[in-house]
């Protein structure tokens, strides 16, 4: 248990981590909420739509743990010196990367199975990507102090989204359960 404990980050820096992706996790299913707002109050009742809002937010809060859990998982697996070490930033830099990356794949794939070489491209762009920036963040200190300092101001959004995404998690348990 000891030897676990030893490899994984500092829990400051898993918050840190962890305030990026529910920033882009909830940030993202507010985004899509909204678009589909004007549709929903045709058909909806407001109960309606606020229970359809504790949906989605409770699958973004689900998605954001399970993205953190993921990363501090493989910040055990693999070399201290290949995610532990700086696991702030270099979390930051692959939760934005692939934030990206799964939207720019979303937008522009068309309606049926992508090519291989489309699946290939959008994996392998988005490591490429990720390997650099790390590497550049590593050279250059204050890239990696500028990183943490987005990072530091994205982890703001916890005190809004947290909230609402535990609340909703109480509200689709309570819907659920009666």
């Known amino acids: 248990m000891n030897l676990i404990r030893n490899r994984l980050p500092s829990r400051s820096e898993i918050i840190s981590?962890?305030?990026?992706?529910?920033?882009?996790?909830?940030?993202?299913?507010?985004?899509?909420?909204?678009?589909?707002?004007?549709?929903?109050?045709?058909?909806?009742?407001?109960?309606?739509?606020l229970s359809i809002f504790a949906y989605m937010m409770s699958v973004a809060m689900l998605e954001s743990i399970a993205v953190t859990i993921l990363l501090v998982l493989l910040s055990v697996l693999l070399p201290s010196n290949w995610l532990r070490d700086g696991f702030a930033y270099k979390g930051f830099v692959i939760v934005?990367?692939?934030?990206?990356?799964?939207?720019?794949?979303?937008?522009?794939?068309?309606?049926d199975y992508p090519s291989p070489l489309m699946l290939a491209a959008s994996t392998l762009v988005p490591l490429?990507?990720?390997?650099?920036?790390?590497g550049l963040s590593q050279s250059f200190p204050r890239l990696?102090?500028?990183?943490?300092?987005?990072?530091?101001?994205?982890?703001?959004?916890?005190?809004?989204?947290?909230p609402i995404g535990i609340l909703s998690l109480m509200?689709?348990?309570?819907?659920?359960?009666?």
């Open 17 to 49: 981590v962890f305030g990026v992706v529910v920033f882009a996790c909830h940030s993202w299913t507010m985004l899509g909420f909204l678009n589909k707002l004007s549709s929903f109050l045709l058909y909806f009742s407001v109960g309606e739509i």
């Open 96 to 111: 934005v990367i692939a934030t990206a990356a799964s939207i720019l794949f979303q937008k522009f794939l068309p309606d």
């Open 128 to 134: 490429i990507l990720i390997v650099l920036l790390i």
């Open 144 to 162: 990696r102090s500028l990183l943490l300092d987005i990072q530091d101001r994205i982890s703001i959004m916890l005190f809004i989204y947290v």
């Open 171 to 178: 509200v689709v348990l309570f819907r659920n359960l009666l």
